[in-house]
């Protein structure tokens, strides 16, 4: 025996002798992972570790409400967000009817919340819902520039109100720190081609109890326009039981995990069947009082993201792009009165009445970001939400409705 494998046998001796052993984490061929500045990139390929048959199917529920239901407790206009209690009762923001509808965990209606107006437990449009441990309701309400805070019956409890800062979707976290996205949609422009002088702001804001900004975390991409700038970064976002933060990319290939404390854990991408190029950049235009903002072109991927108990990362993903027919619009239009105040209504432009689709899949991750695999979906869904084994999709902008699903192992 040569000494070198003299030498590797009394190794492999050793250590077999003493217990020692050595987790190597395998390469798979549908992925590549690089360390990038001390932080895990995941680069994936082909459809993920399941192949053809995903591991996890998805059994109906229930469904909770329709655009065109009999029923006033269930007829939802621009569903928004569903929370969860720990009882498992149902909390549904119906923003377009400025109202929480509550239901039982069997979808029983138990109560309604809210009102149009600007009074406590009064909202214009709300645009988020989350629940914290004690089962109040933290209502993001943008155009009233506050959150709201109710009880699990309704009452108001406190009002956090904001003057400089535009509102978007809200969590809770197990401190009581609130965790806040960008809001998708913003009015506040330098122009169309003016380049930023200050330090770009980040992805999340964290505040605390009061709505006082701790600290912002993530990184955004510089496109030397603003109006490309912010739609570039638009972001998602969700936290686990954990309060880490978990970012997808409307505009980008990009999913992200952070920890509790902000740091940046991993990123992935995986192959698209379409690209993400910049096709036109948009422009803001004003004339007198008026401002008039088209919208960059591009390609859209990420739409919502969910983590399962698992720590799984569900991302609600194009499939292809929508064609013409299937593409709904958000039209939006603000009025101000002689008197100063504001007036605003939101309505859906396009086929409401066209209801399934294949343009649209679930993609599952693992919690290092390595993509499992995919599960197709025959219909138009917005947002979705994970509590416990139960996976809520909310079709917002055409059927106005919330579908229930178990999921189960296979």
Not at 77 to 88: N, T
Not at 240 to 262: C, T, W
Request: aromatic share 8%; net charge neutral; charged share 25%.
């Amino acid at each position: 025996m040569k000494p070198r494998q003299r030498f590797m046998t009394i190794l492999v001796g050793l250590i077999l002798a003493t217990g020692l052993m050595f987790k190597i984490a395998p390469q798979l061929a549908g992925q590549k992972v690089e360390i990038i500045n001390g932080v895990r990139v995941v680069h994936n390929r082909g459809k993920g570790v399941w192949g053809k048959r995903p591991a996890v199917k998805l059994e109906p529920v229930i469904k909770l409400g329709d655009l065109d239901s009999p029923d006033e407790h269930t007829a939802f206009y621009l569903p928004a967000a569903v929370a969860i209690d720990r009882g498992g009762n149902i909390y549904v923001l119906d923003s377009g009817n400025n109202r929480i509808q509550k239901f039982s965990p069997d979808g029983k209606f138990l109560a309604s919340f809210g009102r149009f107006g600007q009074g406590p437990g009064e909202f214009v449009y709300p645009g988020w819902l989350d629940i914290d441990s004690a089962g109040n309701l933290y209502v993001a309400d943008p155009h009233n520039q506050r959150i709201q805070v109710l009880g699990p019956d309704g009452k108001d409890i406190k009002t956090i109100k904001f003057t400089d800062l535009e509102i978007g979707k809200i969590f809770v976290a197990t401190n009581g720190n609130l965790i806040m996205e960008e809001p998708a949609i913003g009015f506040r422009f330098a122009g169309d081609d003016k380049e930023r002088t200050e330090k770009l702001p980040g992805l999340i804001k964290v505040m605390d109890p009061t709505g006082k900004v701790i600290k912002e975390i993530g990184e955004r991409l510089d496109m030397k326009n603003e109006l490309l700038t912010n739609t570039i970064n638009n972001a998602v976002i969700t936290l686990d039981e954990h309060d880490n933060i978990y970012l997808v990319f409307p505009y980008q290939n990009r999913i992200e995990k952070y920890s509790a404390e902000g740091e940046l854990v991993w990123r992935a991408d995986r192959e698209l069947s379409y690209n993400l190029e910049v096709e036109e950049k948009g422009s803001v235009e004003r004339k007198g009082s008026s401002l008039s903002i088209r919208a960059p072109k591009i390609n859209r991927s990420s739409l919502s993201v969910a983590v399962d108990s698992q720590c799984r990362v569900w991302v609600l993903t194009l499939a292809r792009q929508l064609k013409k027919g299937e593409q709904v619009a958000m039209g939006v239009t603000m009025s101000r009165s002689a008197s100063g105040g504001d007036t605003i209504g939101y309505k859906v432009q396009g086929d409401t009445d066209l209801r399934e689709t294949d343009a649209l899949k679930l993609e599952v991750f693992d919690g290092e970001g390595v993509l499992l695999g995919e599960i197709p979906l025959k219909m138009f869904v917005d947002h979705i939400f994970i509590y416990g084994d139960r996976l809520f999709m909310v079709d917002k902008l055409r059927g106005a409705s919330v579908y229930i699903f178990q999921i189960k192992e296979m």
